[in-house]
């Protein structure tokens, strides 16, 4: 992405300060809480087909994901 899309990676670090202001369940991109054996994780809505996965620990956001979507086999 980051040679070949500058808009989703611009999208990406717009919602990644925003975690950072607004904490996991608040701001833009539709945050959610995920649920079953992604309990713990949140998700936000990059684009139409892809999904930031991410967790909160200590204060520090750890991205598990940030393309495709969280329910992708």
Avoid: M
């Amino acid at each position: 992405w980051q040679t070949q899309d500058k808009k989703t990676i611009k999208r990406i670090n717009l919602l990644i300060k925003d975690i950072e202001r607004n904490g996991p369940l608040d701001g833009i991109g539709e945050p959610e809480a995920l649920k079953g054996s992604l309990q713990g994780e949140f998700s936000r809505r990059i684009n139409e087909k892809d999904r930031l996965v991410y967790h909160i620990e200590g204060g520090r956001i750890y991205i598990a994901a940030c393309r495709g979507h969280y329910d992708d086999k």
